[in-house]
């Protein structure tokens, strides 16, 4: 069966300390990856994309993530955070076929303190 | 901010009442989709529309049903409103792969529903 796992339901960092958020996703066919970002009572921003090609991508606000298909992992990255990445963060695979149809993992909220 | 743009933004509704959705795709994109995310989760796939047609459904009864115009922009219709319908339904629109652009989905700001 198709799923995404997002293991960490919240997570608190420093302001200037690094973050990861961690993916796992269980797909048959090859994956295109996504990390999307909501603050509260928003829609969705996307931080990156991946589909092919170099296995380290680099996204927005300064995001990164790296895909790791022998983990099926695509975990996400910031070398130092800002209290306004406070906000809900969530993995999504889809494929090639089914390339509009995302399957989110239940997100990851991270909270920044000063 | 994206060119997707949802209405209502917000809406309440009894049980067993019926609701439409709107979004407006973005500029030049074919293909919408929409998804339902209560809350505490992540958003659920719930159709998607490329020409006026359905291409693809997930897992939601018939109840839940759609539309797509000429011009891309789309209406979800919701019959016989349950409690748990109550959600943010995200709208999003892309172009399809194999057309040399960018399939980047943009996600509109939802509509929050209510339905008590």
């Known amino acids: 069966a198709q799923s995404v796992t997002q293991p960490d339901i919240h997570i608190t960092v420093s302001e200037g300390a690094s973050l990861e958020l961690r993916c796992n996703y269980s797909?048959?066919?090859?994956?295109?990856l996504f990390w999307y970002v909501q603050s509260p009572g928003q829609g969705l921003q996307l931080l990156l994309k991946y589909f092919s090609g170099d296995t380290l991508v680099q996204g927005i606000k300064g995001f990164e993530a790296e895909f790791k298909r022998s983990q099926s992992s695509f975990n996400l990255r910031k070398p130092s955070v800002h209290w306004s990445d406070a906000a809900e963060y969530f993995c999504?695979?889809?494929?090639?076929?089914?390339?509009?149809?995302?399957?989110f993992g239940a997100g990851t909220q991270v909270v920044v303190t000063p | 901010e994206t060119g997707v743009t949802q209405s209502p933004t917000h809406l309440i509704k009894t049980r067993g009442q019926q609701v439409t959705l709107r979004c407006s795709s973005q500029?030049?994109?074919?293909?919408v989709s929409w998804y339902q995310q209560a809350l505490g989760q992540g958003p659920q796939f719930i159709f998607q529309?490329?020409?006026?047609?359905?291409?693809g459904r997930g897992n939601f009864p018939p109840r839940f049903s759609g539309l797509q115009f000429p011009n891309y922009s789309s209406e979800l219709n919701v019959n016989a409103l349950e409690l748990d319908d109550s959600a943010l339904y995200l709208c999003?629109?892309?172009?399809?792969?194999?057309?040399?652009?960018?399939?980047?989905?943009?996600f509109g700001q939802g509509t929050r529903l209510t339905v008590v």
């Open positions: 529309y490329y020409r006026e047609e359905e291409n």
């Open positions: 999504a695979v889809g494929t090639r076929v089914s390339w509009g149809k995302l399957q």
């Open positions: 500029s030049g994109h074919n293909t």
């Open positions: 797909y048959g066919a090859t994956p295109y």
């Open positions: 999003a629109s892309s172009f399809p792969p194999g057309q040399g652009r960018n399939t980047e989905a943009f």
